[in-house]
């Protein structure tokens, strides 16, 4: 085990993958466009293929915070200052379904105004962090998500109501394990998620990233105590099929949100490995520690025409970023080319040209 206070310096050779990697990636691919395809012909409109259904789409500014430790100083977070952001809230399912089925939930943050070397294919000043409720992924690897994504292709085409069943069910049963277990088990989680208020939940990157010259995972922890206080409230959909969004919507109508913006550096490829995202990192040995604050004020959170904008022209994509912050690992690998197929698809499938903000002010209010 090396010093756990020195972190793992980031090098082009950090990653290894599988030989069949590429194929896996062709497999996961043809698997989530044929998911799609069967969501477009039933709603006469093509949606995302995960995180379909938006709880709440905002904007605000991501502020850099002065004097970080050279460690944490890397990439976007470098240099102090603030940038205007974009940010979704959304279920977990590919499908537009009632808030009855409470599964994992996402948080996908865009950041305007990011200068510096960006990937391959990537030419716009933005920089995209995709997070999920979760500390880990249910799978390690491409490999292990293509068996779960073969099952998930198949529930899409089940009733509504098996799909409230199966939640149901999972959330019972992840709750004995959390309460036996003190932690929920993760493929549970992934179906039944506790229906907690959307805003209230910290988000996970859960597969490493390159921090400049480091590997991390990154968070988004709430920070206002108006949050906090809802952190052990759930929420009860009954017969409100978008009780999530109406609970994200009533918050900002009145209060500002904040998410302090947190990286755990990875200090031992051993316990703490990038090729399997299914693994939890250590907190006790290397604790997510604070680089900005995400600052969204009160506004509409439900706009039609913001919601439209950001379900039919953006695009949330791990890709979207700085080299700096070049996606690590087998699961982040599928996420780069996976990402832009579905995305590529949803679009020609709408007619809608995909366009990367340039200014804040494209955002419809």
């Given at each position: 085990?090396?010093?756990?206070?020195?972190?793992?310096?980031?090098?082009?050779?950090?990653?290894?993958?599988?030989?069949?990697?590429?194929?896996?990636?062709?497999?996961?691919?043809?698997?989530?466009?044929?998911?799609?395809?069967?969501?477009?012909?039933?709603?006469?409109?093509?949606?995302?293929?995960?995180?379909?259904?938006?709880?709440?789409?905002?904007?605000?500014?991501?502020?850099?915070?002065?004097?970080?430790?050279?460690?944490?100083?890397?990439?976007?977070?470098?240099?102090?200052?603030?940038?205007?952001?974009?940010?979704?809230?959304?279920?977990?399912?590919?499908?537009?379904?009632?808030?009855?089925?409470s599964t994992h939930r996402g948080m996908a943050i865009k950041v305007l105004?990011?200068?510096?070397?960006?990937?391959?294919?990537?030419?716009?000043?933005?920089?995209?962090?995709?997070?999920?409720?979760?500390?880990?992924?249910?799978?390690?690897?491409?490999?292990?998500?293509?068996?779960?994504?073969?099952?998930?292709?198949?529930?899409?085409?089940?009733?509504?109501?098996?799909?409230?069943?199966?939640?149901?069910?999972?959330?019972?049963?992840?709750?004995?394990?959390?309460?036996?277990?003190?932690?929920?088990?993760?493929?549970?989680?992934?179906?039944?998620?506790?229906?907690?208020?959307?805003?209230?939940?910290?988000?996970?990157?859960?597969?490493?990233?390159?921090?400049?010259?480091?590997?991390?995972k990154i968070a988004a922890f709430p920070a206002a105590p108006a949050q906090?206080?809802?952190?052990?409230?759930?929420?009860?959909?009954?017969?409100?099929?978008?009780?999530?969004?109406?609970?994200?919507?009533?918050?900002?109508?009145?209060?500002?949100?904040?998410?302090?913006?947190?990286?755990?550096?990875?200090?031992?490829?051993?316990?703490?490995?990038?090729?399997?995202?299914?693994?939890?990192?250590?907190?006790?040995?290397?604790?997510?520690?604070?680089?900005?604050?995400?600052?969204?004020?009160?506004?509409?959170?439900?706009?039609?025409?913001?919601?439209?904008?950001?379900?039919?022209?953006?695009?949330?994509?791990?890709?979207?970023?700085?080299?700096?912050?070049?996606?690590?690992?087998?699961?982040?690998?599928a996420r780069l080319k996976t990402y832009q197929a579905l995305s590529s698809?949803?679009?020609?499938?709408?007619?809608?040209?995909?366009?990367?903000?340039?200014?804040?002010?494209?955002?419809?209010?």
């Amino acid at each position: 085990m090396t010093d756990r206070a020195t972190p793992i310096r980031y090098h082009d050779n950090v990653e290894t993958p599988a030989p069949d990697e590429n194929h896996v990636i062709d497999e996961i691919i043809a698997s989530m466009t044929r998911e799609s395809e069967t969501t477009a012909a039933r709603y006469k409109h093509a949606v995302r293929a995960s995180h379909a259904k938006i709880s709440g789409i905002v904007v605000g500014e991501l502020q850099v915070l002065p004097n970080l430790p050279a460690e944490l100083a890397q990439g976007l977070f470098a240099t102090a200052g603030t940038h205007p952001a974009i940010v979704r809230f959304a279920q977990g399912p590919g499908e537009l379904l009632k808030d009855s089925v409470s599964t994992h939930r996402g948080m996908a943050i865009k950041v305007l105004g990011v200068a510096g070397e960006k990937l391959a294919g990537h030419a716009a000043d933005t920089q995209d962090f995709v997070l999920a409720t979760g500390p880990v992924f249910p799978n390690p690897d491409a490999k292990g998500f293509l068996g779960s994504m073969k099952q998930l292709e198949a529930g899409t085409k089940a009733p509504e109501a098996v799909k409230v069943a199966v939640s149901a069910t999972a959330r019972a049963a992840d709750s004995v394990v959390k309460a036996v277990t003190g932690k929920s088990a993760p493929l549970l989680d992934f179906f039944g998620h506790q229906p907690l208020h959307p805003l209230a939940e910290p988000y996970y990157s859960q597969a490493a990233l390159r921090y400049g010259d480091h590997i991390a995972k990154i968070a988004a922890f709430p920070a206002a105590p108006a949050q906090e206080a809802l952190a052990k409230e759930e929420l009860h959909p009954g017969d409100d099929p978008d009780t999530f969004r109406h609970a994200v919507a009533a918050f900002f109508r009145g209060q500002e949100v904040v998410f302090e913006i947190r990286v755990q550096l990875c200090l031992d490829l051993n316990d703490m490995p990038i090729e399997d995202a299914s693994k939890e990192w250590s907190e006790e040995a290397s604790p997510y520690r604070t680089v900005a604050r995400l600052v969204l004020p009160a506004q509409d959170s439900t706009s039609e025409t913001r919601r439209a904008y950001a379900d039919d022209v953006l695009s949330f994509r791990p890709a979207h970023s700085l080299a700096a912050h070049r996606p690590l690992g087998s699961l982040m690998r599928a996420r780069l080319k996976t990402y832009q197929a579905l995305s590529s698809f949803r679009h020609a499938r709408n007619g809608v040209p995909e366009t990367e903000p340039r200014a804040i002010e494209e955002v419809p209010a």
